[in-house]
Each structure stands twice: as structure tokens, then as C-alpha cells.
């Protein structure tokens, strides 16, 4: 159970910190000073939800290892983080889209996580719940404005959700280690929101007069470490200091 719960942890906690680095790749690059705060404030929001669930993970292993030392002194093999938040920024409507589609499927998740048996993970997804659902309105809000916009901004957000559509079947993955704690009454089940995730983003689409692509083959490997090759620079980065300075306080 521990195994399992430490696994599961760390996996929510890469999926925040990748998706927080990535977001932050934007700070000074933005299309406008309103949006690249904004921007700024969203990753600062995953980056917070991946410190706590990062300490909590470490506690759990009990092993002597800290929030930064599971951040930053991993090797990529090691991260299990969905292929989703990792994929590279791209244009802005890019980002947008791989927003839309994690906060659509985080919002009911964390809501649902709340109930969990694991104090501290319903702790957590408490305050993550009310950061999912600004996060989730911001990227349907800029999913609508582009889609309903001109005829490039229309384009670009279709193309942008049909880049990255085949990276949303590992949200509703389910291995050995969810299983047995959605048994426990510790994790979610995400079978049991998709529904509602599917239902948001079609509202969303249909608003922004876009279309949502069809099922089909879906990328995977994310959560056993196999990561896509963008995901070995973004660690180059985002390690750096730590691992050129071993220890290194501020």
C-alpha cells in the first residue's frame, strides 16, 4: 500500500511541476501583458500543487528525500507524468488547447479526490479543486476567442486540438496501482469522469465553433516513464541549478 500510494502521489505531483515549467516557459513571451501574467499565476499554481503533493510523496517513501531532490535529481525514466503536460508550448493556441484538456479532466478529479480516505491527498485536492476550476475557465474562455475569432485564430486552435488530442487517452489510464487504491477508497477511478470531461469540452468546442476529433489511437507511455524527446530538454532546464549546484539554498 505504501508502494502504491508513494507512486501515486509522485505522479500527480510530475504531472503539476512538468506543466508549471512548461507554462512558465511563456513568462516574457505572452501576446500580452494581461496573458503572460495570467500565464505566470497559472503555473505558479501547479508548481504550488506539485510542492505539496512532492513533500507529501517523500514523507510517504520515508526515505529521506525531499520535495526538491523528487523534482530535480530524478532521471527522466523516472518521471511518470502523462505525455500531455510535457508537450512542447507551440503557438499560443497550442498551450491553450493542452490546458483545456488537462483542467477539463483535473477539475472533476481533484472535486472527486476530496472524498479520498488519505487525508492529506483530500487536503490537497481541496485547494487544487477551486485553482482547476480558474484554470479550466481561462483555457475555455481563450478556446472560445480564438475558435470564434478570425479565420488564422480558428485555424490555428482546430489544428492545435487535433495536435494534441491523441495525448488525452493516458488521463483515463488505469494500472495495477490505481486499481488498488481506488479498492481503498484512496484514488479516483477516472473512468467515472468521463463523462463530464467529455461533455465540457464539447460545450466549449461548440461554442468556439470547433470540432472535437474523433476516438481513436491514443499515445501512451507517460506513466511508465517513456517520455517523448522534447521531455529531455525540458529536464536539461529545469534541473540545471540543482544538479550544477549540488544543495544549493537561497
Not at 32 to 38: C, F, K, P, R, Y
Not at 112 to 131: N, P, Y
Not at 185 to 213: Q, S
Request: hydrophobic share 40%; glycine share 10%; with cysteine.
Amino acid at each position: 500500500m505504501t508502494s502504491d500510494l508513494f507512486t501515486y502521489t509522485l505522479r500527480l505531483a510530475d504531472d503539476a511541476a512538468i506543466l508549471g515549467q512548461r507554462l512558465g516557459e511563456w513568462c516574457g513571451h505572452a501576446p500580452t501583458l494581461e496573458e503572460d501574467i495570467g500565464l505566470a499565476n497559472v503555473a505558479l499554481d501547479h508548481i504550488g500543487q506539485a510542492r505539496n503533493l512532492y513533500a507529501y510523496a517523500g514523507e510517504v517513501e520515508g526515505a529521506g528525500r525531499d520535495e526538491d531532490q523528487l523534482c530535480f535529481l530524478r532521471k527522466e525514466r523516472e518521471f511518470g507524468n502523462c505525455l500531455l503536460v510535457e508537450q512542447p508550448n507551440g503557438d499560443f493556441a497550442q498551450t491553450i488547447a493542452r490546458q483545456l484538456f488537462f483542467s477539463a479532466f483535473m477539475l472533476p478529479f481533484w472535486r472527486k479526490l476530496t472524498g479520498s480516505r488519505d487525508e492529506t491527498l483530500s487536503a490537497i485536492a481541496a485547494k487544487a479543486e477551486k485553482e482547476a476550476a480558474y484554470h479550466l475557465r481561462h483555457s475555455g474562455e481563450w478556446t472560445i476567442r480564438l475558435g470564434d475569432g478570425t479565420a488564422e485564430s480558428r485555424a490555428r486552435m482546430q489544428d492545435a486540438i487535433d495536435l494534441l488530442w491523441p495525448y488525452t487517452g493516458e488521463l483515463f489510464e488505469v494500472d495495477g496501482v490505481v486499481e488498488r487504491l481506488v479498492a481503498d477508497g484512496i484514488a479516483v477511478d477516472p473512468e467515472t469522469i468521463r463523462d463530464e470531461w467529455h461533455a465540457t469540452l464539447r460545450r466549449v468546442c461548440d461554442e468556439a465553433t470547433l470540432t472535437l476529433p474523433p476516438e481513436g489511437w491514443m499515445q501512451s507511455g507517460g506513466r511508465s516513464g517513456r517520455h517523448s524527446e522534447s521531455f529531455g530538454h525540458l529536464l536539461s532546464e529545469m534541473q540545471y541549478m540543482q544538479r550544477a549546484y549540488p544543495g544549493m539554498r537561497w
